[in-house]
């Protein structure tokens, strides 16, 4: 039996789906699990063992997986990879007749090159979250950057203009200039990452050794993105429900009275007081 999940054009979707196939694999050896996603994300099953290579028309099933709702995710679904899972095993459950459920791999499964010429230590920032990227910006990076200059930051992100900290100086300039393959292999070599809650911490859960400093300030649960190698900061928010759950409009912009009632002007911009509330001496102190 073929099957094939159809997933949206967000990186971090397809990210999670390498642990999810690895949670069915588990139970479903004989089924040949398949994603049909744009052609450049494709490059994240490069190496994989679970995914098999076949075309949609050859599938004997076709899955949406669409992203779990919002009270999945904080309750029963816990973090994306787990609500992800529940969604297909539920609906391979509902192919074959049967009721199984494995949650062995809680971390992306990526296979990266072996090797980078020219890699050290070096922290990775992304200040682009896609569409979202408004609502989840800090306004501190360069303030970061300037109070390392021990640290070789390197900067990534889409080849648009949608960074909300678009120039940054003293860093390495990667943005727009990588393959996802090459991100990959970007992210596994690096000491540290520090980013919103996006794709790239996805990517860095596959690698024990990165050090990822997820900026969370109080929009998004931590429970989403938290993975053994992630530190999250995060702030109090009176319009959040409590701490650490967020108040869930990230995906909303740009910033208004809908999106954040506290938003924070700094350098001509706004942005949500949440994450003007982290301070960059919390995120120099997790560099070491």
């Not at 028309?57 to 904080?74: G, K, L, M, T």
């Not at 900026?215 to 992630?230: C, D, I, K, M, W």
Request: contains cysteine.
């Amino acid at each position: 039996m073929k099957i094939m999940f159809h997933t949206n054009n967000h990186l971090g979707d397809v990210v999670i789906m390498t642990a999810v196939i690895a949670n069915l694999k588990s139970c479903y050896p004989d089924i040949e699990f398949g994603v049909d996603t744009a052609p450049h994300y494709m490059e994240v099953f490069d190496g994989n063992p679970n995914i098999s290579r076949f075309k949609k028309e050859e599938a004997d099933h076709y899955i949406e997986c669409v992203y779990a709702p919002f009270s999945q995710r904080i309750a029963n679904g816990g973090s994306c990879i787990k609500a992800f899972t529940i969604n297909a095993f539920g609906a391979v459950n509902r192919i074959t007749g049967r009721n199984e459920f494995c949650l062995l791999r809680t971390t992306a499964e990526l296979y990266p090159t072996d090797h980078l010429d020219g890699c050290g230590d070096y922290c990775i920032i992304n200040a682009n979250c896609q569409r979202c990227s408004e609502t989840k910006a800090y306004p501190y990076y360069q303030d970061v950057v300037d109070s390392r200059p021990d640290i070789k930051f390197i900067q990534i992100g889409g080849a648009e203009e949608r960074d909300i900290t678009s120039d940054l100086t003293g860093v390495l300039d990667a943005r727009g200039k990588t393959t996802v393959k090459e991100l990959i292999g970007l992210v596994s070599h690096a000491k540290w990452v520090i980013s919103p809650p996006s794709a790239v911490v996805h990517i860095a859960s596959a690698f024990p050794n990165v050090k990822t400093i997820v900026l969370s300030g109080a929009r998004e649960p931590v429970e989403l993105t938290q993975y053994p190698n992630t530190t999250h900061l995060t702030s109090m928010c009176p319009d959040g429900w409590h701490r650490n759950k967020g108040c869930m409009k990230f995906f909303m912009r740009p910033i208004d009275s809908r999106t954040c009632m506290r938003a924070h002007m700094e350098k001509g911009r706004k942005y949500p007081q949440c994450m003007c509330d982290i301070k960059k001496d919390d995120i120099c102190a997790l560099l070491k």
